[in-house]
């Protein structure tokens, strides 16, 4: 035999060993975390004793001495607080809407969005003027002034991955308020970006063109949705809509961040998280308490199989995701000043559903390399791998310094039932779904952690 066929079979059996090696360690990461694990226990903690964790709400502070200790009590060799000034917008109040129509009152199930003004007290009273997309609302525009918009926009139901129907959905809750408000609106409601079928109204953050007026703005549930729709195709329907929304100055808040100190590369970082705050409606257990978990639980898992990892790993519980993005704009600030090498970034922000595996934002190469790992992961349900979709929180330090970054990918079907909507509890959140969704992230990370890429 040649000697280079000698080398490719020794090469085979060498690369044979370290993956029942590994295959072996992935195991013993996930026994762990199956017999012994504290995620749901952890989330039980985070969404009971503390509930929904708008920036700058006491339950924001509550979230935060909770993640300290959490992390300490995990395993963490230090933990410590990063301060970044986050916005304080506050509910107010309930949100009301009423239509009255030739029939008589109806009240509809509305939350107004996030960040959005109040009406004051008086509350705003017009004509509901449906609009079915942006383009139908500037063919409509000099029906506009006076009226409150009903953006009619309905997820795409036909997308397999139901992302890409919020990623479609969302500018109307973002730019919707404002769009209406340049052609004289005095109020939105925007059909509720989920395709449940329940009544919930699901909120999230809009942003306005300071160019307009700040309207009031609200999402209503699906149902009334349908109703309101069916309702202004056959006669005029007035609406008498009440909001509370307002914003106090920016105030501290923190990312919570717990290390791992790598025995040779110490210096250079793997950042595993997830976003600590949610909205108010509910208890953020999906979004993004179950991140938030299976972050804490690979450190509390790596601490008790003895695990020493060859690179620093932070474990991150961002602050402001959902309305600002400061937490995860600040580590990546912090980041770049102390010249940080950062060689891995992995997030969790899409549920505590089944894994299905993970989107990869890296070069080519990378990806083939971690397409070598797929039957490590798949057993975990995390083979399937994918070019793009990190996360929001490990985006701009992973955009700054220009290094791999990952999203974990949780079965997308349920997770819009759900999201930032009054029934995101923990009764939701299936254990061993969460449990295993940790144990892929925890593989992952192991991987990177030995090999690198």
């Not at 609009?131 to 997820?155: C, H, P, R, T």
């Not at 108010?280 to 991140?291: S, W």
Request: aromatic share 10%.
């Amino acid at each position: 035999m040649k000697k280079t066929g000698l080398l490719f079979l020794l090469l085979a059996s060498l690369t044979a060993v370290a993956q029942n090696e590994d295959a072996a360690f992935i195991k013993r990461i996930s026994d762990e975390v199956f017999n012994n694990g504290k995620a749901y226990d952890n989330l039980r903690e985070l969404t009971k004793n503390i509930g929904g964790r708008l920036a700058g709400s006491p339950q924001m502070y509550k979230a935060e001495a909770w993640g300290q200790a959490t992390l300490k009590k995990s395993g963490a060799d230090k933990v410590w607080l990063q301060e970044c000034m986050v916005p304080h917008w506050v509910r107010g109040g309930k949100d009301v809407a009423v239509a009255n129509y030739k029939g008589g009152k109806k009240p509809l199930d509305v939350l107004a969005l996030g960040n959005s003004m109040g009406s004051g007290p008086k509350g705003v009273q017009a004509e509901v003027l449906k609009v079915n997309s942006f383009d139908d609302l500037e063919a409509k525009k000099d029906q506009v002034k006076g009226k409150i918009v009903f953006y009619n926009y309905k997820f795409i139901n036909s997308n397999v991955n139901t992302f890409e129907s919020y990623g479609d959905a969302g500018k109307y809750r973002g730019a919707g308020p404002s769009r209406a408000a340049k052609y004289g609106a005095v109020g939105v409601v925007v059909r509720s970006m989920s395709h449940s079928v329940d009544n919930n109204p699901h909120t999230g953050a809009t942003r306005y063109d300071t160019a307009y007026a700040k309207i009031p703005a609200v999402a209503v549930g699906l149902r009334d949705a349908d109703w309101l729709n069916d309702l202004t195709d056959k006669e005029t329907v007035k609406l008498n809509m009440v909001t509370n929304g307002k914003f106090f100055p920016d105030t501290p808040g923190h990312n919570v961040i717990g290390e791992l100190t790598g025995s040779e590369f110490p210096d250079q970082y793997i950042t595993i998280g997830g976003h600590l705050d949610s909205w108010d409606p509910a208890e953020g257990a999906h979004d993004d308490g179950a991140g938030i978990v299976q972050t804490i639980e690979i450190l509390r898992a790596f601490k008790a199989l003895g695990y020493t990892p060859k690179h620093t790993i932070r474990f991150v519980l961002f602050a402001n995701e959902e309305n600002g993005l400061r937490g995860g704009t600040k580590y990546g600030e912090e980041a770049v000043a102390k010249k940080e090498k950062h060689v891995f970034a992995l997030e969790s922000d899409a549920g505590g559903f089944t894994p299905r595996g993970f989107g990869l934002e890296m070069n080519d190469e990378q990806i083939a390399k971690v397409k070598k790992w797929q039957p490590l992961l798949e057993p975990y349900g995390a083979g399937r791998l994918e070019k793009g979709g990190d996360g929001a929180d490990i985006g701009p330090v992973a955009d700054a310094l220009k290094f791999p970054s990952a999203g974990l990918n949780p079965d997308s079907q349920r997770y819009f039932d759900y999201h930032h909507a009054r029934n995101d509890v923990l009764e939701n959140v299936n254990k061993r779904e969460l449990e295993l969704g940790a144990v892929a992230m925890a593989a992952l990370v192991y991987l990177v952690d030995k090999y690198g890429l």
